[in-house]
């Protein structure tokens, strides 16, 4: 029976290794373009939600589109750890990204919700609060 078991482990072994090894093949970098592409998005995602909050798009179908477009961008910079592109002065600064992200989305989810409830003060309470997280965070992050 321990024949049974070495001859398991020992593929089992291998399996992961050759999972290891894919992943950081398969694992694309974040570069500089990519970040200023998705502050790009999220800008653009930022305009749409005040031409929606001025204009008054059909069913705030432009509020929409612009927290699909911010948050689309948050999911994919969630995965990147700020640590891999901030500068060594900032070296804790990462915290600080991360909480600025999670703030964001969930002042974005609260946009949503005040949305669906009609309650444009709120919506644009919580519009404010999401541009201050921008702002802050280019403030310090941004060179």
Same mark, same amino acid.
């Given at each position: 029976m321990k024949k049974q078991n070495n001859i398991f482990t020992i593929p089992k072994g291998l399996l992961i290794a050759l999972?290891?090894?894919t992943t950081s093949l398969v694992a694309e970098e974040y570069t500089k373009t990519d970040r200023v592409n998705d502050m790009l998005t999220m800008a653009a995602g930022m305009q749409k939600i005040q031409k929606g909050l001025m204009y008054r798009c059909e069913d705030g179908k432009c509020i929409k589109d612009g927290i699909k477009n911010i948050k689309d961008v948050l999911h994919n910079i969630e995965k990147v750890d700020p640590k891999d592109f901030l500068d060594k &002065?900032?070296?804790n600064a990462h915290?600080?990204?991360k909480k600025t992200r999670a703030?964001? &989305?969930m002042y974005l989810d609260e946009i949503e919700v005040e949305l669906r409830h009609d309650n444009a003060d709120e919506v644009l309470h919580n519009y404010s609060l999401a541009l201050r997280q921008?702002?802050?965070c280019h403030l310090r992050l941004r060179k």
């Open positions: 999972l290891l090894l &002065e900032q070296a915290k600080f990204a703030m964001l &989305e921008c702002t802050s």
